[in-house]
């Protein structure tokens, strides 16, 4: 169940409207509750550059807010960006209380609560505040982490396979699966495969039939420089390209030629260290990514990346899509590797979720180590 009050939730669920439009801001929503009890006013943050929560609120809400109390889903900003700080605002609208569900890490941000607070408002801070930060997991890991939110994503079969014993995995689930996977892809700022992938399905790597949706940066980890001219993700003719740029990262040893080729078709070539021969170290990479600004990437490679991931300690959250069929066999399932020989040592997963989706079961957790040192860095006290 939410521990979060009932305007706060509906602050939440208004944050949720502009998923995948917000960036680099974090989403944001706001509920005023006039001194008589009553909601008045409501608001989200559109997209960066716009107003934020707040001020839609208190424009909602007018002459209600005087004497009101402001429910927003971050703490109000002190700074003057490309819009005025949140707290004049607030202040000028005459409201009593403000309660917000985190504290802001930005450092520029940061501070309004305390603002607030001298200026004579009641300021209450932590209520829905691990909702919040699940709505946000991305711009907090890199603020405070300064490297991007890592979620895993696999279709499954009902007996746990990724493919067919013939290499088939194309399209294990239905229709609805399908285009909430478009939605996750345009919610995320970077979309990540590894080479085995592109070679096996050549994909677009771009969100497809959602209305207003956006393309991910689109990542290929091929240390060895195997890529090919051709394929889709460098493929200008077949997609918006120029709106979903590809980054093509390899170890040291790839050559000017190819480098070259990737640039001819759109994309860009960064080279990291090795881990070990023949494996990108995928701390760096990550690292280069939050360097671009990027908060979240989704990896929809196969079992070995993923199993790269977990066995780096990179992994963040797990999405799976379970499909009602059963596949048999020594077919692959979805995370590889060498497998843990006790199961103490299992990474554990926690504030798991399950959703229908047609026939399809959708299911969400977080990896338990990564969301119990997040929220130690963000939740309140």
């Given at each position: 169940m939410s521990s979060a009050s009932a305007p706060m939730r509906e602050a939440l669920r208004w944050a949720r409207r502009a998923i995948g439009r917000t960036h680099p801001n974090p989403l944001v929503g706001a509920v005023i509750v006039s001194a008589a009890g009553a909601p008045v006013g409501r608001g989200y943050h559109h997209r960066a550059g716009e107003p934020?929560?707040?001020?839609?609120?208190?424009?909602?809400?007018?002459?209600?807010?005087?004497?009101?109390?402001?429910?927003?889903?971050?703490?109000?900003?002190?700074?003057?960006?490309?819009?005025?700080?949140?707290?004049?605002?607030?202040?000028?609208?005459?409201?009593?209380?403000?309660?917000y569900a985190l504290p802001d890490p930005h450092a520029a941000a940061a501070g309004g609560g305390e603002v607030l607070r001298r200026a004579g408002l009641a300021v209450e801070v932590g209520d829905g505040a691990e909702e919040a930060l699940e709505q946000n997991a991305g711009y907090f890991s890199w603020t405070v982490r300064r490297r991007p939110w890592v979620l895993l994503k696999s279709a499954v079969s009902a007996d746990g396979k990724v493919a067919s014993v013939a290499g088939q995995s194309k399209y294990l689930t239905g229709p609805a699966a399908l285009a909430d996977v478009h939605r996750l892809r345009s919610a995320a700022d970077a979309i990540l495969v590894g080479i085995g992938t592109v070679l096996a399905d050549d994909p677009l790597l771009t969100c497809r039939g959602i209305r207003g949706g956006r393309d991910p940066v689109r990542v290929v980890l091929d240390s060895a420089g195997r890529l090919a001219p051709s394929a889709r993700v460098l493929n200008p003719r077949e997609q918006r390209w120029a709106g979903a740029p590809t980054l093509v990262y390899t170890g040291h040893g790839t050559t000017p030629q190819f480098e070259r080729q990737v640039f001819s078709r759109g994309g860009e070539v960064v080279q990291v260290d090795e881990s070990e021969p023949g494996r990108l170290n995928l701390a760096a990479v990550l690292a280069d990514l939050g360097e671009r600004g990027l908060y979240t990437v989704l990896v929809e490679g196969g079992p070995t990346i993923h199993a790269a991931f977990i066995t780096a300690g990179l992994a963040d959250a797990w999405r799976a899509y379970w499909a009602p069929l059963l596949l048999g066999g020594p077919a692959p399932g979805p995370v590889g590797g060498a497998g843990v020989a006790q199961l103490q040592d299992a990474p554990r997963l926690a504030k798991s979720r399950m959703v229908r989706l047609g026939p399809d079961v959708r299911w969400d957790a977080y990896f338990e180590v990564s969301w119990k040192e997040l929220a130690s860095r963000c939740l309140p006290d």
């Open positions: 934020h929560a707040e001020v839609l609120a208190i424009q909602q809400a007018g002459a209600l807010a005087r004497g009101g109390t402001l429910y927003v889903t971050l703490e109000p900003c002190r700074h003057t960006g490309r819009t005025p700080p949140c707290t004049d605002a607030i202040r000028a609208a005459g409201l009593a209380r403000v309660v």
